[in-house]
């Protein structure tokens, strides 16, 4: 290991070589960026090592639009064991590292659960060893920077590239060449070091940058006609400009496709390349070396991109290229709403990639003679084949061309194979599975929360459960020692007010640390009901209004959100969400007993604030439409109890530590559509005590909506619907009396500290399940067939 005045002088080279000047007259930026070039420094020769050692194995490639992947500076320092070192290195040079730290900006990579999924899963990979390598687009500019301006949100550029960025190694040597019918691109890698905990291992992650084939046009610059020489440039740009772009238009919904091709094609090309540098020049056994996972759908087509790359480029025969193919893909399925089942107009491939679309209607040709032979009936057949109303069924293209599906928590499996893809479960049934998700207890809990990390290593003799969490089992009987209960508390004290500093300094806004913490982190979605929590926030505060001598719980609320730019009921909930902050906390009457906060701009820095300091984990989604969480799990870890539906992995929650110790209320799902079936939302509007007043506020003056119809669009969905939408679609009011009762019991048991300190630590040791590393020795046994490659110190 490097020593102290090793890297103490190497920071002071790194810093002038960087910017030409005496450490002396450095900023914190410039050093944070000297001791991240160290890192990589350091980790170099592994990196390699490990490359050309996986590239002789069966290997995994996970192909993700998304990965969220957080500050890595000191995640690394953390997992090279330098952490110490360079503290104190940085100690001498007139610096604290926690100040480095926060001169990093969060990595535009990603937005919510999908990419922060990915991220961990990679992290979990690099610590077992296992010959992974993720795949995805390098954003300028990322989703979106969140501000919240007069209680609206407002997107501005998330520019965290305006520096290079020293964790990402440009590999210019190995950029393929992307052909689309109107255009002709370069996708040049990046790499980023994925460090896994007490491992030599190093993955990787491409991320893929689009270049043009030509700079620009010089002799339309030379006629000074300036614009238009640079306008291919522009569109080229345009690919890894942002994540997600605004597909309402036609034009955004060629640039996704664009951006999807792009990067699963690069990848693609780099994968056949060196199975053949390796392997020689026949690929009928590439899927012998080979699997890749398809993260949702938006890598799906990678599936005909593959049969193009086999049967146009290497000659091979279409039915041995489709049984590698399909050996090849695996799809994991992260949704059963509809409209997030992705459906492409025939027109937009048949503009950009005409050959990708003759092999997909080649796919479904064949799909459809398969079908007929196994019984299928014509209104069958045209419910499931791949082509069908003029678009492009990237869900069911995928359960055709891949040898698994999996679903992300075992409720949402079965729906998946009951209801949402039946038909395919029925032909199929060997294909289907469940990988319940997880999270890396190394960020997540380690780096996030160092005191309770170190609190767990201390009770159970080692950091051995950091890859092992099921170790942490054996601390059940300290449930009932009161003196770790208190520790446990008290640390759960110390991140509160952390965060309540924090919430003041960049919110400000004055929070009460001692108050109970009810937290709802997640994407702003209708079915995710942050507005069902307002409501009840705003029941809370009329009745506290009416009866000022009441005894309450303190509590405060905290979200933290974005909502999609073209989502208008999202961006409305948000504002409601901020009015209500309003009145509450401007209010003397209440503001001693609540508060309400919504953080702009979520992020994973942020998050690594929220999760250790949170009581409460708000998971209340729609029963059945959630189809695993990752938040849930992380609250978990923390010792946050749960606050939800039965819905998602709120189920395998409640049964790993005890449906006793977390607050599961609301409808079973398969007991739902019956429920949904007799439901009349103006029902509960004039029954429920209380309801009618807080769902009023929308349309009767209380609250402001500028003038934009915003509030009364929210009030029309939850009573009267629409001609395409049924009113209340996502139960608010159905379970608003349920979830208030439910809430009312948090509150009360949380009066007893020592008993909910013991419902927390039943959380944290049972939340072994729920890492990530026990997801992918799922995924490396059952579906990718891959095995560890460890380097060894003297390799």
Known sequence: MISTQDLKNKLIVFVKAETGQSPENATANDFWRALSRVVIEQLTERWEKTEERYKKERQTHYFSAEFLEGRSLLNNLINLDLHKVAAQAVAELGYDLSTLEEEEVDPGLGNGGLGRLAACFLDSCATANLPVRGYGILYRYGLFRQEIEQGFQKEYPDAWMEQPYPFVVRRNQQKVRIHYQDLEVYAVPYDMPVTGFATENINTLRLWKAEPAQEFDFNLFNSQRFDDAVIQRNRVNDICRVLYPNDSSYDGKVLRVRQQYFFVSASLQTIVADYMQHHGQDLSHFADYNTIQLNDTHPVIAIPELMRILTDEHKMDWQDAWQITCR???????????????????????????????????????????ARQRGLNEDQLQHLAPLGDGHIRMAWLAVYGSHSVNGVAAMHTRILQQETMRDFYRLWPQRFNNKTNGVTPRRWLRLCNPELADLLTELSGSEAWLTDMDRLQALHPYASDDSVMRRLMAIKQRNKDKLARYIGQTAHCEIDPTSLFDVQIKRLHEYKRQLLNALLILDDYFRLKENPGRVIQPSTYIFAAKAAPGYFRAKAIIKFINEVALLVNQDPDTSPFMRVVFLPNYNVSKAEKLFPAADVSEQISTVGMEASGTGNMKFMMNGALTLGTCDGANVEIGEAAGYDNNYIFGCRVEDFPQTKGYYNPQWQYQNITGLRRCVDTLIDGTFNDAGTGMFRDLYHGLLYGSDWQPADPYYVLGDFDEYRRTRQRVQRDYRDQLAWARKCWLNIINSGNFSSDRTIRDYADEIWQIEPAALHPET
Do not use: S
């Open 328 to 370: 090849v893909f695996a799809y994991t399925n992260h949704t059963i709403m509809g409209e997030a089942l992705e459906k492409w107009e025939v027109g937009i491939f048949r503009y950009l990639f005409p050959r990708i679309m003759q092999i997909i209607e080649r796919i479904d040709g064949q799909f459809r003679e398969e």
